[in-house]
Structures are given as C-alpha cells and as structure tokens.
C-alpha cells in the first residue's frame, strides 16, 4: 500500500490567498483527520470524518478554515484567505475505525509545510 | 476532559543506555493510550499501543511501555538506545470521541 498522499509536500503563499492542501488515505479506511503542527502548540487535530461525513470539527480555528470529503479516497483542507499565523505543517492521517471512534490506530501521511508569507 | 502530560522536551541518552520517555494521562474512564514517533520531516508512526488486556504493551524498534492505572501513566522504555532512535515522541491517549497528545520529546541519543 502507498500509505497516505498529502500533496503539495510544500507549499509556500502570501497572506490574503487560497490555499487548498489535499489527501488520500489509505484504500479501505473510513475514517479521515486533518492535523496542525507548530512548535507552539504542537500538534492539533482540527477536523475528523467518518465515512466521508465530518464527525467533529470543533478544532477547525476559524471560518477561513474549511474541510471537504467527497468521496472514501479524497479530502481537501482549504484555507480563504490564508495568514501568516496559519504556517504550520499540516498532516492528513486515516484509519479503519470502528463507529468513528478515535481508539484505532491512525496512520499519517508525510504533510504538508505551509509557509504564508 | 482528557490531557496527556509527557515530562520532559527534551531526553539525552548515550547509545546503549536505557530509554525512558514518561506520560501521564488524566481520565475518569480507562484510557486508549498511543505512542508515536515523529522521525524529521516525516508524519508520525505507531509504535504501540494500549487499549484493554495485557498492561505492559510490547512495539516495534524494542520499544515497550507500561500501563499504570494507579499511576495514571504510559511511559516509554527500551532498553538499549540506538542511534536511529534519535526522534520525536508523542504519547496519545484519549477515548472512544476524544484524543489528545502530549506536547512531544525529542530523544536525542549521543554516541
């Protein structure tokens, strides 16, 4: 198996542009989560689906955060219009998971640096 | 609401000595417990886990770690460090709806 894509592997903008980070997970898992990593807050998780319906997306910080899951093998993380604060590593991780719940292992992919400037 | 504590940002160890990374959680319900390690400019990898059963968890890399109830921890230990080990470590732990990780310690192994 190729493992979770996320793609760019970096992306690099200025301050009031779009940015759109995508993923696919692995073939077969029905649940999806998008995480922030900064040396300040370490890592976050922002947005979880199950079996492509958001579950929880309490840790999304703002509106110019969004997360789409059209379908078991695709998933975007848009942020309009991006800010300096947003520069982070992003990462996708997917896993095959009972109900949605959490306790199952969760396999990353190797993320996305985004850099706005 | 669950929290996950490691101890330390930092570990130093010479190549050979004992590995020991600590975590500590806080829940009123048992706990799923993860470690993960962070090698650079790559995403996280399991290295073990505890969900129900045996307390003491065996994982890949000769990793283990030990479920303390009494103690509310989950630390991390092998026995002989290598220099490969050299990485960021994360404990996770959460329930059935919520998963928190610890702030990280980055293992450095000196030769």
């Known amino acids: 198996d190729a493992g979770v894509i996320q793609s760019p592997r970096h992306e690099v903008t200025e301050m009031g542009q779009e940015v759109t980070l995508r993923c696919k997970p692995i073939?077969?898992?029905?649940?999806l989560f998008w995480y922030r990593q900064t040396m300040m807050r370490g890592l976050e998780l922002l947005i979880y689906?199950?079996?492509?319906?958001?579950?929880?997306d309490s840790g999304m910080p703002e509106d110019r955060f969004s997360a789409k899951m059209p379908n078991a093998s695709f998933s975007t993380l848009k942020i309009q219009p991006s800010e300096p604060r947003d520069s982070a590593v992003y990462f996708c991780?997917?896993?095959?998971?009972?109900?949605?719940?959490?306790?199952?292992?969760?396999?990353f992919g190797p993320g996305t640096r985004l850099t706005v400037t | 609401a669950q929290s996950v504590t490691q101890l330390g940002s930092h570990v130093s160890v010479s190549e050979g000595a004992l590995v020991l990374l600590r975590c500590n959680y806080s829940?009123?319900?048992?706990?799923?417990l993860f470690w993960y390690v962070q090698y650079p400019n790559q995403g996280l990898q399991l290295l073990l886990k505890?969900?129900?059963?045996?307390?003491l968890v065996k994982g890949i890399n000769g990793f283990e770690a030990e479920f303390k109830k009494s103690e509310t921890s989950f630390h991390l230990t092998k026995p002989s460090a290598h220099m490969s080990d050299a990485a960021e470590y994360f404990c996770?732990?959460?329930?059935?709806?919520?998963?928190?990780f610890g702030s990280g310690t980055q293992l450095t192994v000196l030769p």
């Open positions: 991780a997917s896993s095959l998971a009972s109900g949605g719940r959490l306790s199952y292992e969760q396999y």
């Open positions: 073939s077969g898992h029905n649940s």
């Open positions: 689906f199950n079996n492509n319906v958001p579950i929880d």
């Open positions: 829940s009123s319900v048992p706990p799923y």
């Open positions: 505890y969900t129900t059963g045996a307390t």
């Open positions: 996770a732990g959460g329930s059935a709806r919520q998963l928190t």
